[in-house]
């Protein structure tokens, strides 16, 4: 096993300065069984109670101690003590012409990030952000612009999945099954908006396995998608610590294209990534990894370059997802033509790999795949000065 890759970012603690009280939100089961029995609850009753209080937060949505009427009334009153259940601040809510929600949503520290809600036929996706900003400067990217503040700690993140399911009315009432029991609004997570994930790797596990627990929100690990742009000794450790699906932020077929669209390319390029991402699907059961693919005018989306895809595919199971650029103000790429995807979706396609062509989503409020960008923590930047630093 890699040792994990640090990132020289303030992570907050868990402790509440204002309260002196911990917050329960995002503590894995042993470290809250370890809370309850700091507060005196006796070890021989505290895996109980941790599976009791387990259910209430993270099956039936519940906030307030003094409702867990399981609970004994002395111990309701050490559990507000000592402890609270607090999720990000919503600040705004913003819904698409085409219901796509974006939520706007403050954490300890006053810093802000963007959450997206996709409804889909039968089933949901919710795109989670697990970095304030962003440290990988990808030159398509808008999040990309934001300077990278700190991590999100594992409450935050699962945080973001809870405060969609308040405002979705989706915590299941007294005498009704969750899980795959039934249709769910928010059926997906992928871990796709602000941030690398693998660059926060020990609070994005913690989180997920809080999500993909069967007691609690229960979404089952084939319904979660990690996205990276290639944190290449991470990546196994994503498979046997997670083992949910695989994305890849690819974007370019050639090591020279893709300095600049990925500037991770340098530490790791693609030869080096693509190493590590034929390992992957055999710790995960062959499922397939899937290919994230920006459609840029004239840099990376010409017959030869979907030709070359095919070649660095080849003894990889994988689908190739091509998203039309999602344009930003000061961006310095253009969208292809939508004959030109046709075009190269076509060569993936007979050489055997789905290509579907993203629809985007959310565009008219910024919510689309590349554009979130929380307005407080904005470094605005003309066109020509990021045309400048890409060097396109």
Request: net charge neutral.
């Amino acid at each position: 096993m890699h040792a994990p890759v640090t990132q020289d970012v303030h992570t907050i603690p868990r402790k509440l300065p204002e309260s002196g009280r911990t917050n329960l939100i995002g503590l894995t089961r042993p470290a809250l069984r370890a809370a309850l029995v700091e507060i005196g609850i006796p070890e021989k009753q505290a895996k109980m109670r941790t599976g009791q209080l387990w259910q209430w937060i993270y099956h039936w949505g519940v906030r307030d101690f003094a409702a867990m009427t399981n609970l004994s009334k002395d111990i309701r009153a050490r559990l507000a003590e000592s402890f609270t259940l607090d999720l990000p601040e919503l600040v705004t809510r913003q819904v698409s012409e085409d219901g796509t929600r974006k939520y706007l949503v403050r954490i300890a520290g006053g810093h802000e990030v963007e959450v997206v809600y996709i409804p889909e036929e039968g089933r949901g996706t919710l795109c989670v952000s697990s970095q304030v900003g962003c440290t990988l400067t990808c030159s398509f990217c808008h999040t990309g612009t934001q300077k990278l503040v700190r991590n999100l700690t594992a409450g935050e993140i699962v945080g973001q999945v809870m405060l969609a399911r308040d405002d979705l009315g989706e915590w299941p009432e007294p005498g009704v099954g969750t899980g795959e029991a039934g249709p769910r609004l928010l059926s997906n997570i992928v871990l796709m908006g602000m941030g690398e994930p693998l660059y926060n790797f020990e609070n994005v596990r913690d989180a997920m396995k809080i999500a993909m627990d069967g007691e609690g929100i229960a979404l089952g690990r084939r319904r979660i998608t990690l996205s990276t742009s290639g944190v290449v000794p991470e990546i196994a450790r994503t498979a046997q610590e997670i083992g949910c699906l695989l994305a890849v932020s690819f974007h370019a077929t050639t090591d020279a294209t893709r300095d600049i669209l990925v500037p991770i390319n340098k530490r790791w390029n693609i030869e080096t990534l693509l190493a590590a991402l034929r390992e992957y699907p055999k710790a995960t059961n062959s499922e397939r990894i899937t290919f994230e693919y920006v459609m840029l005018d004239g840099v990376n989306d010409s017959d030869a370059d979907a030709h070359r895809l095919v070649e660095l595919l080849e003894g990889i199971p994988a689908k190739v997802n091509l998203i039309p650029f999602n344009e930003w103000p000061g961006a310095p790429y253009k969208r292809s033509s939508n004959n030109r995807i046709r075009a190269f979706a076509t060569i993936l396609m007979q050489a055997g790999y789905a290509s579907p062509i993203r629809t985007p989503r959310g565009e008219d409020i910024m919510a689309a795949c590349g554009q979130l960008k929380s307005a407080t923590e904005r470094q605005r930047k003309s066109r020509a000065q990021i045309a400048a630093e890409t060097g396109l």
